[in-house]
């Protein structure tokens, strides 16, 4: 295929950086730009990573630089720090034999940029931007992106062989991006989807968060289910009814709590049921603690039974996630306004303390001091008791006669 070139605005992310681009390319090397942040350039994305490529092999670039850190120069990273920020430059390579369907067993550096952009995952992303604002497309990148097809270089099957996890960003970038996959792309998912259960599960764990939170959350999982994705990672191939029915609904996420909420809540999983699932996942601790306290109160509104105790215990960020998931909105309307009215937030917000109370007199150290202040803190919060001192105080010796 022909180059197409096209000229674009260097974007100020990349401007810092255009000093290293330019001492390579003084020395008599090749330096571009590429993968997602020229993709997302050229769509007008924010873009997060400078990743830049060169023909330069590892040691010439060391040679070009004081300050350089070898982050992975067995792949033919180094990362040079002479401008303040650290930028990852790599050798053009090619890579071969993917015994573990993830990492090469073989790389070759080369000086061809064509080779390098032929290794690459997606046409959108086998795109390397000059620093004159020049775009180099050798595999049909740029009309793709006006198409808004994502679509494998070369042949799909050798691309999902070398790595499986491209199957996941394949799903992934049609969330984000609201694209289609091409059909060939599409049935070299399906085909090889088993595959997916040789990656790692932390991997396919960031990709299928990102896809939940995509513009087009529900393209995404449905790509998943029509091409048995979804049996190939913990937990989800039991529950397809369930899936089917939240693609059929129409959700908008903005974190990870709210994804693994969703999920959960439409399952009917229990706490215990959500840490054995998410621990499946490879979810961090807090993570995982967020969703049992957000399913907590889906549950609870769905049984119309939402208590100020309730709300307390969840706290302000759980509520707002159990509203983002919940769909009947109806139903949530006034659980922010509920919950800015509870008398205390936090327990330290009680005016009262363990030391005061020892101080005037109502009970000594021991462990009965923690059962009266949760008591106090319980009371407080349902509106029986007033949240002033002299009244916790007199509270609190009715409890001890009480008890």
């Given at each position: 295929?022909a ?22 390319e ?53 990362m ?35 080779e390098d ?11 390397a931007?000059?620093?004159n ?14 198409k ?17 996890l ?13 694209f ?21 599960v932390e991997?396919?764990?960031t990709?299928f968060?990102?896809?939940?939170l995509?513009?087009?959350?529900e393209?995404?999982?449905n ?8 049996q ?16 059929a ?110 101080k ?19 009371n ?24």
């Open positions: 295929m180059i197409i070139v096209r000229m674009v605005e260097i974007p100020k992310e990349f401007h810092e950086a255009l000093p290293i681009l330019q001492k390579i003084s020395a008599g090397y090749e330096a571009y730009f590429v993968g997602g942040s020229v993709r997302d350039t050229i769509l007008k994305r924010p873009i997060h990573d400078v990743d830049i490529a060169t023909s330069a092999y590892p040691s010439e670039v060391k040679a070009l630089f004081k300050r350089t850190v070898d982050t992975g120069i067995e792949h033919g990273t180094v040079i720090l002479d401008h303040g920020t650290g930028y990852e430059v790599t050798t053009f390579r090619t890579e071969s034999g993917y015994q573990d369907y993830r990492r090469p067993d073989k790389v070759t550096f080369v000086r061809s940029l064509k952009l032929k290794r690459r995952d997606f046409t959108i992303n086998a795109l931007l000059a620093e604002g020049q775009v180099t497309d050798l595999f049909g990148g740029l009309e793709d992106m006006k808004r097809i994502i679509r494998a270089v070369g042949d799909p099957n050798e691309r999902f062989n070398e790595d499986a491209r199957m996941m960003r394949a799903v992934r970038f049609a969330s984000q991006l609201d289609k996959i091409e059909d060939e792309t599409l049935a070299g998912i399906s085909k090889h989807s088993e595959l997916l259960e040789k990656i790692a991997r396919s764990h990709e968060v990102k896809m939940m995509g513009v087009d959350a393209n995404g999982l790509i998943m289910l029509e091409t048995n994705l979804y190939h990672v913990p937990v989800l191939g039991q529950y397809l009814p369930q899936l089917q029915q939240i693609v609904s129409k959700f908008e996420l903005t974190n990870e709590v709210q994804v693994w909420s969703l999920l959960a809540f439409r399952f009917g999983f229990s706490s215990k049921q959500i840490s054995t699932f998410l621990k499946k996942w490879k979810t961090a601790n807090k993570i995982i603690n967020d969703v049992i306290l957000t399913v907590e109160l889906l549950f609870a509104i769905q049984r119309n039974d939402v208590t100020n105790l309730t709300l307390y215990h969840v706290g302000c960020s759980n509520v707002d996630n159990a509203i983002a998931v919940m769909a009947d909105h109806s139903k949530t309307a006034n659980l922010p306004e509920r919950y800015n009215q509870l008398p205390i937030k936090n327990k330290k917000q009680l005016q009262i303390t363990g030391g005061v109370l020892i005037k007199g109502v009970l000594k150290p021991s462990p009965q001091l923690g059962k009266v202040l949760d008591y106090l803190e319980q407080v919060v349902a509106g029986k008791i007033a949240n002033h001192q002299d009244e916790l105080v007199k509270a609190a010796v009715n409890f001890l006669n009480e008890d």
